[in-house]
């Protein structure tokens, strides 16, 4: 069976590296196909991530071993060689010789005997002679690029925003994997019960670290349990939970939520409402407009309207002033969520972010019109790049002069925020390494109310 999971990996990272597909949805096609038992699925994973996580310190170690170059090698070839190298590297429980003699076998049925000799050859010449020493390279964006397998151009541009010390603390956080966290929905129950229950469906946790409405798995499957079928809690992460409460939402409000799906923050902001007055959620795609409903409906929530619509086109389908807060959980670079999706950082070129930028401000410009004077915009991103974040904020009130920071977002914070908050601004940027969860961004403006001639703010 292990050599079925080993050659399992491959094709799932050579469609990756073939057609940029998702590695999450091909991953899970993958078992479902196969059919495999609980701890092939794991080692699947653990060779399909890290593979996919490792990809350019593996190829960079492997250079100096392929004569005619990487480039030159078919591509299954080429997967093959990094996934036994990453576990030579970075896997502990499994000897060197078992994963040579995999890769000879798999190499044989793929290929011919030249091609598996080739692989037996720079496996075991690596065996004996081991890998270059990574932390000898002088050049700082070089090394880190190369020490975390990060894309070069993105660590030399963290560094410029961040300087060097979070650039490699930032890059070290996204090699290390996601805790699981759950929200609690409010209106059904609390943390102490759910807690209490699961450890009944033997899932083991304990309370969050950032959101009050967090719970954090220690080991064990969230959404196996009767609990999330029941909409007792959703699958999010701590930096997402913020959003919600950030933009403070009151009973019988109306909201907007521009860019909805997949539903986390839409349903979180219904919850709070405690089902009473009306969500409206936005999204360009009709199959992601799905998945809000199906959320809202596990959760048992009937104040949310769903809508496929592209949310610059909202003032031609609502009038001006009809909401009370808007939440524009932007469309990103997804640079804060790396360690959850590594294909992003390989898929991604510097070019895309001014074109998400670009994006990013169109739909805060169109959505301003629909809010009420004295109604509370909040801008998110999962993203750590200030040019999708800070700079978009500077710039929307740089065009709005009828909008302001909105001073009360602060003490809507969570206590270990605090620390990172600008007294004279209302935004906040997550990175990876502060507390364990997604890079974020948030950023509150209030529309200024006009009486008499006068701005009261």
Same mark, same amino acid.
């Given at each position: 069976?292990?050599? $079925?999971?080993?050659?399992?990996?491959?094709?799932?990272?050579? #469609?990756?590296?073939?057609?940029?597909?998702?590695?999450?949805?091909?991953?899970?096609?993958?078992?479902?196909?196969?059919?495999?038992?609980?701890?092939?699925?794991?080692?699947?994973?653990?060779?399909?991530?890290?593979?996919?996580? %490792?990809?350019?310190?593996?190829?960079?170690?492997?250079?100096? +071993?392929?004569?005619?170059?990487?480039?030159?090698?078919?591509?299954?070839?080429?997967?093959?060689?990094?996934?036994?190298?990453?576990?030579?590297? +970075?896997?502990?429980?499994?000897?060197?010789?078992?994963?040579?003699?995999?890769?000879?076998?798999?190499?044989?049925?793929?290929?011919?005997?030249?091609?598996?000799?080739?692989?037996?050859?720079?496996? %075991?010449?690596?065996?004996?002679?081991?890998?270059?020493?990574?932390?000898?390279?002088?050049?700082?964006?070089?090394?880190?690029?190369?020490?975390?397998?990060?894309?070069?151009?993105?660590?030399?541009?963290?560094?410029?925003?961040?300087?060097?010390?979070?650039?490699? #603390?930032?890059?070290?956080?996204?090699?290390?994997?996601?805790?699981?966290?759950?929200?609690?929905?409010?209106?059904?129950?609390? %943390?102490?019960?759910?807690?209490?229950?699961?450890?009944?469906?033997?899932?083991?946790?304990?309370?969050?670290?950032?959101?009050?409405?967090?719970?954090?798995?220690?080991?064990?499957?969230?959404?196996?349990?009767?609990?999330?079928?029941?909409?007792?809690?959703?699958?999010?992460?701590?930096?997402?939970?913020?959003?919600?409460?950030?933009?403070?939402?009151?009973?019988?409000?109306?909201?907007?939520?521009?860019?909805?799906?997949?539903?986390?923050?839409?349903?979180?902001?219904?919850?709070?409402? $405690?089902?009473?007055?009306?969500?409206?959620?936005?999204?360009?795609?009709?199959?992601?407009?799905?998945?809000?409903?199906?959320?809202?409906? %596990?959760?048992?929530?009937?104040?949310?309207?769903?809508?496929?619509?592209?949310?610059?086109?909202?003032?031609?389908?609502?009038?001006?002033?009809?909401?009370?807060?808007?939440?524009?959980?932007?469309?990103?670079?997804?640079?804060?969520?790396?360690?959850?999706?590594?294909?992003?950082?390989?898929?991604?070129?510097?070019?895309?972010?001014?074109?998400?930028?670009?994006?990013?401000?169109?739909?805060?410009?169109?959505?301003?019109?629909?809010?009420?004077?004295?109604?509370?915009?909040?801008?998110?991103?999962?993203?750590?790049?200030?040019?999708?974040?800070?700079?978009?904020?500077?710039?929307?009130?740089?065009?709005?002069?009828?909008?302001?920071?909105?001073?009360?977002? $602060?003490?809507?914070?969570?206590?270990?925020?605090?620390?990172?908050?600008?007294?004279?601004?209302?935004?906040?940027?997550?990175?990876?390494?502060?507390?364990?969860?997604?890079?974020? +961004?948030?950023?509150?403006?209030?529309?200024?109310?006009?009486?008499?001639?006068?701005?009261?703010?």
């Amino acid at each position: 069976m292990k050599q $079925n999971v080993r050659s399992t990996a491959v094709d799932v990272l050579l #469609k990756i590296e073939q057609n940029q597909a998702y590695s999450n949805l091909l991953l899970n096609q993958a078992i479902q196909k196969a059919d495999l038992n609980k701890k092939d699925i794991g080692l699947l994973t653990e060779l399909v991530y890290g593979t996919l996580q %490792r990809k350019n310190t593996l190829d960079y170690l492997l250079e100096p +071993y392929v004569a005619k170059g990487l480039h030159k090698l078919d591509k299954w070839v080429l997967v093959l060689l990094r996934m036994s190298l990453y576990q030579m590297i +970075y896997l502990d429980k499994i000897p060197d010789h078992a994963i040579i003699n995999e890769a000879v076998e798999i190499a044989k049925k793929r290929g011919h005997k030249g091609i598996s000799g080739m692989v037996n050859g720079v496996l %075991r010449k690596i065996q004996r002679e081991g890998t270059a020493d990574l932390s000898s390279i002088s050049e700082d964006g070089k090394r880190l690029a190369l020490q975390y397998s990060m894309p070069e151009w993105l660590v030399k541009r963290w560094i410029k925003q961040y300087g060097l010390e979070n650039t490699e #603390k930032m890059s070290a956080a996204n090699l290390e994997p996601a805790p699981v966290t759950g929200r609690v929905n409010r209106m059904k129950s609390n %943390r102490e019960n759910v807690l209490e229950s699961l450890e009944g469906e033997g899932i083991e946790g304990s309370n969050g670290d950032l959101s009050p409405d967090a719970i954090k798995l220690k080991k064990g499957s969230l959404s196996h349990t009767s609990l999330f079928k029941e909409g007792y809690v959703t699958i999010q992460d701590e930096s997402s939970m913020l959003v919600a409460r950030a933009l403070n939402p009151s009973m019988n409000e109306k909201i907007l939520d521009a860019c909805a799906a997949p539903g986390g923050k839409t349903t979180h902001i219904a919850e709070l409402l $405690n089902n009473t007055g009306e969500v409206t959620a936005l999204d360009l795609h009709p199959h992601k407009v799905k998945l809000i409903q199906e959320q809202a409906d %596990r959760l048992g929530l009937t104040n949310i309207k769903t809508e496929a619509l592209d949310s610059r086109k909202a003032v031609e389908r609502f009038s001006s002033s009809s909401f009370d807060r808007i939440l524009v959980d932007a469309p990103c670079s997804g640079f804060g969520v790396i360690r959850k999706k590594p294909d992003i950082k390989w898929s991604k070129k510097e070019e895309d972010i001014h074109r998400i930028a670009e994006i990013q401000l169109q739909i805060l410009d169109k959505v301003a019109e629909l809010l009420k004077p004295g109604g509370t915009l909040l801008y998110s991103t999962c993203t750590v790049d200030t040019e999708e974040n800070n700079e978009i904020a500077d710039a929307f009130l740089k065009h709005h002069p009828d909008f302001e920071w909105d001073m009360t977002f $602060n003490e809507r914070l969570p206590e270990p925020l605090k620390p990172y908050l600008k007294p004279a601004e209302a935004q906040v940027q997550i990175l990876p390494h502060y507390f364990n969860s997604d890079g974020f +961004y948030l950023a509150c403006f209030k529309k200024k109310t006009t009486t008499g001639g006068e701005t009261q703010c």
